[in-house]
């Protein structure tokens, strides 16, 4: 257990280190928004045996769900003093939260009432075990005073191979898991999160953790929900958590066994209401088909598998939609119009005369091969039909080109080149140059037909447009160039 901890704690740091932690930020709004609102109904499924009274059947390796099956079915009463003091902790609980807000009160009602509902059952003798019988109503239990101590045993470093990919599944799903929670909550603070910053925090803990014999962790749902809602605005609040659950096991450890489970099932009953964001659900709802979809798929899978799982889903689900949006290659055709405008073709515009203009906007990347490949073919097609001597490429807008594309461009420029087509390249990126340059498409590619980014965003468009009218009037396929002054850009 001291290595496995070690393990996720030194992953989860080179998680840090390579910064791999910006990639959780393309997990969709809607699955956190789903994986919240499930971990915040199993949260409060698994406090309703408690809230009645009931002992908890079945073990934890099985489902919630099933749990809750097994206890509702079984032949045990449900406890009319546990079901008393769960009505008055939701009483209380409801009240407090009133006042806080009303009267601006520090945010102490929860523990306010924890404290008030201990006290409660303690002079009603129902938290009490009499004669060597257990208590009317179950309790939190005898927690241990005193804290670990450093401790480093021997380990093997065979277990490592064994160990490794459990380890990595741990931190990666540890991260994954608080990450959601801290996006959730950071949504509704309106505070910047640094996903890097919380992979290395998450990390350094489990590393420090195994040497006091502590189990891998991660983010806490209720800890921190309830940490946020009693006004915990700032990383201090969880210093003085620590330092508080510090106090708590040194002094207040046997205190413990006199909190009645009840009175916690409801503040966790109320911490997982508000975990809920009706409003942000309804807006997923109405505002997209497919966002609405994903945050369903997101809740039902975490419902039927397991909030671990549902991360996993969640993340696939992510990609999957990321990808295909990202390889969208949007193709629009240029005209420069009688008024010596240049802009996007209609449908009532002429065909025009000599060469043909075509923007192209999207990652350059291989999710983006196949319309990369349609564009050009039907560029080179209509091309050849209708005896176009020049094609302009605006290139602009294009990001991130990799070696499939670039490579489909190469092909595109060799076989125009073979049919007698001149291509010019219009508004050609840095990356894109650069590329050029390592391929050594510019020893044979002629340099005036690249056309680059310079001060003026658009003069690279229009030089391009100027240089097929003169290759065109060269070539005595139209007249004279227009004057340069009467071209304008209007894309």
Known sequence: ??????????????????????????????????????????????????????????????????????????????NPKAVMLTVITLALALLGRRLVHRYRLPHVDMLAVLVAVAVLGYLAGWTIPVGG???????????PSGLPTAHIPTVQLGWAVRLAPDAVAIAFLGLLEALAIAKSLAHQTRQPLNFN?????????????????????????????????????????????????????????????????????????????????????????????????????????????????AILVGVGLSILLFVPRAARLKVAELVVDADEVVRERRSDDRSPRGFILYDLEGEFFFGAATELDRCLRTISTRALREACDVVILRLKRVRNPDVVCLERLEHFLRNCAHDGTVVLLAGVRSDLLSAFGRLHLVDWFPQERLFTQSVDEDSATLAAIRAARCQLAHDGVQGPPQKTATLYYSV
């Open 197 to 309: 910053r919380q992979c290395l925090a998450e990390g350094l803990a489990n590393l420090s953790g195994a040497f006091f014999r502590c189990l891998p962790g991660s983010g806490s749902l209720s800890r921190s929900a309830i940490n946020f809602q009693a006004g915990g605005a700032t990383r201090f609040s969880g210093i003085v958590t620590a330092a508080t659950v510090t106090l708590a096991v040194l002094v207040l450890a046997p205190l413990a066994r006199f909190v009645p489970k009840p009175a916690f099932a409801v503040l966790l009953w109320l911490t997982a209401t508000r975990l809920i964001d009706a409003k942000r659900v309804r807006y997923v709802f109405r505002a997209s088909r497919q966002d609405a979809c994903v945050l369903a798929i997101t809740v039902v899978s975490a419902l039927a598998l397991g909030l671990d799982s």
């Open 1 to 78: 257990m001291f290595l496995l901890g070690a393990m996720v704690g030194a992953i989860q740091i080179l998680i840090a280190v390579a910064r791999l932690g910006d990639l959780t930020r393309y997990i969709s709004e809607p699955v956190v928004l789903g994986f919240m609102s499930a971990a915040a109904l199993l949260l409060a499924i698994g406090q309703l045996n408690n809230g009645l009274g009931l002992h908890d059947h079945g073990t934890g390796a099985q489902h919630v769900l099933y749990r809750l099956w097994l206890t509702l079915s079984s032949d045990e009463p449900i």
């Open 133 to 143: 019988a257990k208590a009317a109503v179950a309790t939190a239990g005898a927690a």
